[in-house]
């Protein structure tokens, strides 16, 4: 039995929309592998009862599949479906890593990128590879055509989660098919600066390249009381402030002494529409963790 942390991650930042991703230190899907004759899915924790155990339907069957690694694969969800925080992206994540051990495939991390993003397509009806890539590989990723890019870095982030949720197909089915050239040229802009702000640990220069004109303005009016929790974090003290991947969690990047008002006033912002929520506190962290067999 091989067990693999796998941790929530952050897509688009903004600016970075289908590209850019982030880990977070909390929350995770724990998963645990053990070779079996064939695929068997059982499924604990947050959310579980939303999530098929069916192989054919679940992220981590494909991940099974395309590793030719049949195991019984154990998911205990830390990360709730449909949050915005990469959940089905997580377990495709952590059991990619643990199938590659479990069976010494040895490919390499960014080896199993695409192979966790097949997972991904049952989800969203498309392979992204923006969260898949962070959890696997840590800190914060570019993800193009091309491959994966990887910035180790440690930004301060406070992910607020509210009880509603939205589908990433939804969230998909608002994103314009065309952007005009004066909102391109700003996203790159915006895009350039927050990566430098990465590679610098530099919470101002993110959260100042985090705005983003094209997608996420169609998306905040799929999250109830989006607006006020985007205002009430930035007079906390936030550098900026965005829908967390699909929605409806909403990211914002901070220096670490603001995450506490931080997160209170997200909640109060939340809570002022009639929506509970809940707050994470962490940092920009590592990728899955793999945990030694001790059986
Ligand atoms: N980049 C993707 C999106 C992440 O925003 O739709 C969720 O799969």
Known sequence: MLTVRAPATSANLGSGFDVFGV???TPADVIRVERAPETRITVTGAGSQYIP????????????DALDAPAHIKIDKGIRPSSGLGSSAASAAGAAVALNALYDRGLS??????????????????????????????????VTDDGVTQVDTS???VACLPETTVSTRDARGVVPGSASLDDVVTTVGNASTLTVGMTRDDPDLVGRGMNDSIVTPQRTALIDGYDRVHEAALEAGATGVTVSGAGPGVLAVCHDRD?????????DAFDSVDIESRAYQTHVSEGARLYPDRS
């Not at 155990?53 to 099974?64: F, K, L, R």
């Not at 966790?116 to 959890?135: F, L, M, Q, T, Y």
């Not at 995450?259 to 909640?267: R, W």
């Open 53 to 64: 155990e069916d192989p054919d339907q679940n992220t981590v069957g494909a991940v099974a």
């Open 259 to 267: 995450q506490n008002a931080i997160a209170g006033a997200m909640i």
């Open 155 to 157: 930004i301060s982030v």
């Open 23 to 25: 880990a977070l230190g």
């Open 109 to 142: 991390r960014e080896e199993l990128v695409p192979i966790a993003a097949k997972g991904e397509a049952i989800v969203s009806g498309e392979a992204h590879a923006d969260n898949v890539a962070p959890s696997i590989l840590g800190g914060f990723t570019i």
